[in-house]
Antibody
């Protein structure tokens, strides 16, 4: 059974970078049709999609975070990572890693990916505070 | 960004009841919609994908319907484990966005 486990510091100082890793077990990160991504949830609030990556390295990010976020993949270790720079208190949240399943539709007008989240990690709490 | 609006935000019900939660998209998303259930302190769980497809292992009392901009999650014969917060999410276009959540309480 596929499992995802987040790891990383629980406390990050303002203006520094937040770095988390998600280790995948019970399945290969090299498989298709999966993207591997991150979603966060501030305390008492709703869910925000951060972005995802394909095992080949193709990434898509939420434009609201794009200037500060990087998602990378290490296929040799079957894991992927999130880096968020210049954090503030607004980045305090539970961060979930998640597998996305779906398909990409190719039309003459362009490429249209449609991937939903089918497996989630348990989440890790990150607090931004001095 | 596509805005997802759920109603109601809070819903009171009893064991055995049938309830429905609606989700409206700010523009057409075809059927690219998923529903999730979240209990306190836990990660969300997928219930429904592509508007009406039941995820593996999810009880058949959960069902989804709709297309375009209007969608519904229906739960028949509520069980104690069903009291939770429910979220819809569109995956039609980037960035993928969630509804604000609907809290189903006793």
């Amino acid at each position: 059974q596929l499992q995802l486990q987040e790891s990383g510091p629980g406390l990050v100082r303002p203006s520094e970078a937040l770095s988390l890793t998600c280790t995948v077990s019970g399945g290969s990160i090299n498989s298709s049709p999966y993207y591997w991504g991150w979603i966060r949830q501030p305390p008492g609030k709703g869910l925000e999609w951060i972005g995802y990556i394909y095992y080949s390295g193709t990434t898509y990010y939420n434009p609201s975070l794009q200037s500060r976020v990087t998602i990378s993949v290490d296929t040799s270790k079957n894991r992927f990572s999130l880096k968020l720079t210049s954090v503030t208190a607004a980045d305090t949240a539970v961060y979930y890693c998640a597998r996305h399943l779906g398909s990409t539709i190719f039309r003459r007008s362009g490429t249209y990916p449609h991937y939903y989240t089918d497996v989630w990690g348990n989440g890790t709490t990150v607090t931004v505070s001095s | 960004d596509i805005r997802m609006t759920q109603s109601p935000s809070t819903l009171s019900a009893s064991v055995g009841d049938r309830v429905s939660i609606t989700c409206r998209a700010s523009q057409s998303i075809s059927t690219w919609l998923a529903w999730f259930q979240q209990t306190p302190g836990k990660a969300p769980k997928l219930l429904i994908y592509q508007a009406s497809n039941l995820h593996s292992g999810v009880p058949s009392r959960f069902s989804g319907s709709g297309s375009g901009t209007d969608f519904t999650l229906t739960i028949t014969s509520l069980q104690p484990d069903d009291f939770a917060t429910y979220y819809c999410q569109q995956y039609d276009s980037y960035p993928y966005t969630f509804g604000q959540g609907s809290n189903l309480e006793i």
